[in-house]
């Protein structure tokens, strides 16, 4: 069950990435300025915000299982619509239907939680979190390959096809979860800000990923575009090719799971942290040898990677360990906050590339996590306080 979950997570929220490495050619074949390019990817993640915040909690109120089903097959007409656009205006709508019921995953991995045990949630949703984040960074290479064989159009239709397959495998396959609470829909909704008032664990675990994650979706964004610009040239093949190297840092998953169970959350999240940091200053480090830049690009990508891996797995195992009754509420509000993130990021990294060159993006980039760094050392300084006012 476990290895389903984490490979249907994985095939769900692909569809949120396929767009980001065909930018180019999508914008071309729409008619989107380079200005506005970033909108095909920040449409997604801004649907993928409001499912999250309007969608996902319904996790906690009605069955999982057709819940899901029912998100796959919006997520399948809407894959439909993309593959057939033919304006820019239908696109982006697709793209924000895409992003809308793509939230299936996130209903998928409360359930990943609900099925293990406490001395061993962390490994467990790590695994899961492993399907996500390959699934991930794969959509971009296999985004790249179909489309320089086939067309960007194919993309999507093929795309369709695999979620359709996937909402009647899960509908086979996943025991019922019915949970049992006393709100209604209302209710349900305005208990959200509640929880994130009463909650710092998930203010702070949303304010760090949405500073890694600001980052990782500028990245994205930007160096496609780089890549097949002037001094590197690589075609969509290449970009897959690139791309694919990125896998490496999901690694960092499980890895990021069994020390959060181990209790070392602090010093992970500073780490992981960091990463995000150094995956921006290598691509700032001048060289005229393309192989040398392609090379430190390449690292960067999987440092990058690794940050937002360890750093997901670290969030997500501090707050499902807050009540399986709120899981479903408490997931859709971490998701949706460094969504929001995500989405300003590849808005800036789309402009501040076209408007200011390659190193202003970085520097923006770097931004990101740099203040969510600086964040997470407010909590040694908070412990001190404790610390001093418990003594006095």
């Known amino acids: 069950m476990v290895w389903l979950l984490a490979i ?21 074949a729409t008619g989107l300025s380079p200005e506005a390019a970033g909108l095909i990817v920040t449409l997604t993640q801004i649907g993928y915000c409001l ?14 299982r057709r819940l899901i089903t029912s998100a ?28 809308l019921g793509s939230v299936a995953a996130q209903i998928l991995v409360p359930f990943a939680a609900h099925l293990s045990r406490e001395a061993t949630r962390g490994q467990t949703v790590g695994k899961v979190v492993s399907g996500l984040l390959i699934g991930i960074l794969l959509a971009r290479p296999a985004a790249s390959l179909v489309a320089g064989h086939a067309g960007w159009h194919a993309v999507f239709g093929g795309a369709a096809v695999v979620v359709a397959a996937l909402a009647v495998l899960l509908w086979k396959k996943l025991p019922q979860r019915v949970p049992v609470s006393p709100l209604s829909y209302p209710q349900l909704l305005a208990s959200l800000w509640h929880l994130f008032q009463r909650t710092p664990v998930l203010r702070r675990r949303a304010a760090y990923h949405a500073g890694l994650f600001g980052s990782f979706s500028l990245f994205w964004t930007t160096v496609p575009l780089a890549l097949a610009g002037p001094g590197l040239h690589l075609s969509q ?15 960092a998953s499980p890895v990021a799971g069994r020390l959060a169970d181990a209790g070392f959350t602090r010093p992970a999240t500073g780490v992981a942290l960091l990463l995000g940091v150094i995956g921006f200053a290598l691509p700032l480090i001048a060289t005229d040898s393309r192989n040398a830049t392609l090379a430190m690009l390449a690292s960067a990508s999987i440092i990058l990677d690794m940050g937002v891996a360890a750093n997901l797995v670290l969030g997500q195992r501090s707050i499902f360990a807050l009540g399986a009754e709120v899981r479903s509420r408490l997931n859709g509000i971490y998701f949706a906050i460094f969504f929001a993130g ?23 980039g770097m931004a990101f996590p740099g203040l969510a760094l600086l964040y997470w050392a407010t909590e040694f300084i908070q412990g001190g306080v404790k610390a001093y006012k418990s003594v006095g």
């Open 72 to 99: 796959l097959a919006f997520t399948a007409v809407a894959l439909v619509v993309a593959a057939t656009a033919a304006s820019p205006s239908i696109f982006l709508a697709a793209s924000l239907a895409i992003g």
């Open 342 to 364: 995500g989405a300003l990021g590849s808005a800036l990294g789309a402009w501040m590339y076209a408007s200011h060159g390659w190193q202003a993006a970085m520097l923006t």
């Open 51 to 64: 499912g999250l915040l309007f969608i996902v909690p319904l996790g906690d109120l009605i069955e999982n």
């Open 8 to 28: 249907s997570t994985g095939l769900i929220v692909a569809n949120l990435y396929y767009a980001q490495t065909l930018v180019g050619p999508i914008s071309a």
């Open 237 to 251: 093949t290449g970009i897959a090719i690139f791309a694919m190297v990125g896998i490496a840092g999901a690694v």
